[in-house]
């Protein structure tokens, strides 16, 4: 079964839930836990053809991200990795004369590249967050991309002991099962790949731009994108 299906059979079941709870006199606001959203993005890995030996894709998290997101702008339902590949180094590049760096970059500087190298004006970065506020805005039908500590999200498929600074795309969550639904490009396996919510809470970390940048305060944050 696809996702998309296995989806229709959870909010049918949500909806038969629904009935047998109105019937019973609870309010429809009282039934938020029965909540489900998947955004239909596309997902490439920062590294589209396995090259993680190059230095642009073995730091292009917030590349792919941007780039996850701008597809899914645009309505597209796959991504060439080819392309991909390419465009990741393209934009790195425009990050290097526009910042002089793109290993890392904030939340902030990730913001401001894909509102300039996209001509996308909908995309804003928004500090201390936490798991409620990302639910917000999936609820609202926005994409969302978090800087973290990859190593604290401890995924099985990152080469061990993972990026101490990662940035991935949340296309979704599960609210019975307390699990963000995300497109981590940090791994081939990445796509539709399920962190608890306090587990990626807890990870939420927003470097600063340049090259391991000391951080004296650490503070969430969000990447939010509107068609």
């Given at each position: ?180 639904i995300t497109h981590d490009v940090g791994t081939k396996r990445g796509a539709y790949y399920r962190y608890n919510f306090k587990v990626l809470e807890n990870a939420l970390f927003d470097y600063p731009t340049g090259v391991k940048v000391p951080t004296k305060v650490i503070r969430k944050a969000m990447i939010v994108v509107e068609k």
């Amino acid at each position: 079964m696809t996702v998309g299906g296995m989806f229709k059979v959870m909010n049918f079941i949500n909806f038969l839930l629904l009935i047998v709870i109105m019937a019973a006199g609870v309010m429809p606001a009282s039934i938020n836990a029965l909540s489900n959203v998947l955004l239909r993005a596309p997902f490439v890995s920062q590294a589209p053809s396995g090259n993680w030996k190059d230095g642009y894709q073995q730091n292009g998290c917030e590349e792919a991200s941007v780039l996850i997101a701008a597809s899914w702008i645009k309505g597209a339902t796959s991504i060439d990795p080819i392309w991909a590949e390419k465009e990741i180094i393209r934009i790195s590049k425009y990050e290097e004369k526009r910042f002089g760096t793109s290993h890392d970059t904030s939340a902030t500087t990730t913001a401001q590249v894909f509102r300039e190298y996209f001509k996308h004006e909908k995309v804003e970065a928004k500090l201390d967050i936490n798991t409620g506020d990302i639910i917000k805005e999936l609820d609202k039908g926005r994409l969302v991309l978090v800087p973290a500590n990859g190593q604290k999200l401890k995924n099985p498929y990152y080469k061990r002991p993972g990026p101490k600074r990662h940035m991935l795309v949340i296309i979704g969550y599960d609210e019975r099962a307390k699990e963000f639904i995300t497109h981590d490009v940090g791994t081939k396996r990445g796509a539709y790949y399920r962190y608890n919510f306090k587990v990626l809470e807890n990870a939420l970390f927003d470097y600063p731009t340049g090259v391991k940048v000391p951080t004296k305060v650490i503070r969430k944050a969000m990447i939010v994108v509107e068609k």
